[in-house]
């Protein structure tokens, strides 16, 4: 799925563009946007280490195991491919605690040491497995209960109006992901191709 | 009520970070007498390799968006659905946003902030711009750098579902706020 929007999007940019007249400002985003990422990766750098590092803390003092353990009912169901003591429960709990919290930078340390845990668990290394794609699904619902700081910076008082359609909103949205991320997952052309 | 639940958890989210950078090598220290320090720097090791692992990932997702977004294709796509949408009781106002929200923060930031400075932060353009940016997460730039940062190559159903979570999260949007602000 991912290689056909991929080149759609690069394939309609190129046709549109010269439709338009626009194929410098194609070719501009390409290159400033190809800078930019690598911008964005070595950004993470500092805030990765400083969470992976606080995290070890956690990990060899048996914290992230209490965590993992309290919440097994939940995290049982929706990761039943994962066993309940495995560390990588303990980061993806971590993990969606820190984006309910709308803690952004601490969020995606944990989500990038929970999919670390996850693809030890991984039999093939190159395709993600059902417990990466419902942490995913789960992730990219937003699932968050504080407001983003740059919603709440731009609507001034008007925020609290907000506050409770967001709560709704999200919440809906995190139902629709487990639900389809679960659903689909049976689906033919979704399963794991031993081969490949 | 509201507004003292919001003054409240915005209080409590400033205490969050600095909590937890004291709390656990203070629970990791004095509780389990684990070597803090050398535990934090062999645990911050990682992040450089994982900054550098998902660096083709973030190239191959966000040149691809970039390019559809300078090439006017987004506009086009927009006003050839917008119509459509309408149908539906969709504002075509807040179309911009819900298609540039699972493909760029930076993007939809943008989107939003024009829309308050447009319509003001009372309209209900605004608050349903708000609502989905609450609701619903750039996707893309999610899938790239989580996957990215394993090798995971093919990411099976993850990005249909991320996609329909999105599309939920936006109509909710659109129909709770009309809901309670109409």
């Known amino acids: 799925m991912l290689n056909y929007i991929w080149f759609g999007l690069i394939f309609i940019s190129v046709v549109v563009g010269t439709i338009t007249g626009r194929i410098d400002q194609v070719t501009e985003a390409a290159i400033t946007m190809s800078k930019t990422s690598v911008e964005i990766a070595l950004g993470l750098i500092g805030i990765m280490a400083l969470w992976l590092g606080t995290m070890k803390i956690a990990e060899d003092s048996g914290l992230i195991q209490i965590i993992a353990k309290t919440l097994r009912p939940i995290t049982i169901r929706l990761f039943p491919d994962v066993p309940s003591d495995h560390p990588a429960i303990g980061s993806i709990v971590l993990n969606m605690a820190a984006n309910m919290l709308g803690l952004g930078n601490a969020a995606t340390p944990l989500g990038l040491k929970a999919m670390k845990e996850l693809q030890a668990l991984n039999k093939h290394k190159d395709t993600a497995t059902d417990a990466m794609c419902t942490f995913l699904a789960i992730n990219t619902s937003s699932v968050q209960i504080i407001l983003p700081a740059t919603v709440v910076g731009l609507m001034g008082a008007a925020a609290n109006q907000i506050f409770i359609t967001t709560i709704i909103a999200t919440s809906l949205s995190t139902v629709a992901a487990i639900i389809s991320v679960k659903v689909l997952a049976k689906m033919k052309r979704f399963r794991i191709k031993m081969d490949d | ?182």
Do not use: W
């Open chain 2, 1 to 182: 009520m509201i507004d003292s639940i919001i003054i409240f958890t915005n209080q409590v989210s400033r205490y969050i970070i600095p909590f937890l950078l004291v709390g656990i090598p203070f629970y990791g220290l004095i509780i389990k007498k684990v070597k803090v320090y050398e535990s934090f720097v062999e645990g911050a090791k990682d992040g450089f390799d994982i900054a550098l692992r998902i660096i083709p990932y973030l190239v191959a997702i966000l040149v691809a968006i970039g390019m559809f977004r300078a090439s006017g294709a987004m506009d086009l796509l927009i006003s050839l659905i917008a119509p459509l949408l309408n149908i539906i009781g969709f504002p075509p106002e807040n179309l911009p946003l819900a298609f540039m929200r699972p493909l760029s923060g930076s993007g939809s930031l943008g989107l939003f902030t024009d829309l308050v400075n447009q319509y003001g932060t009372d309209s209900l353009f605004t608050k349903i711009g708000a609502t989905m940016f609450g609701s619903t997460e750039t996707t893309f730039y999610v899938l790239a750098v989580y996957f990215g940062s394993v090798g995971i190559r093919k990411s099976r159903h993850a990005l249909a579902a991320g996609l329909i979570a999105d599309a939920v999260g936006v109509l909710s949007a659109v129909y709770i706020c009309k809901i309670i602000f109409m």
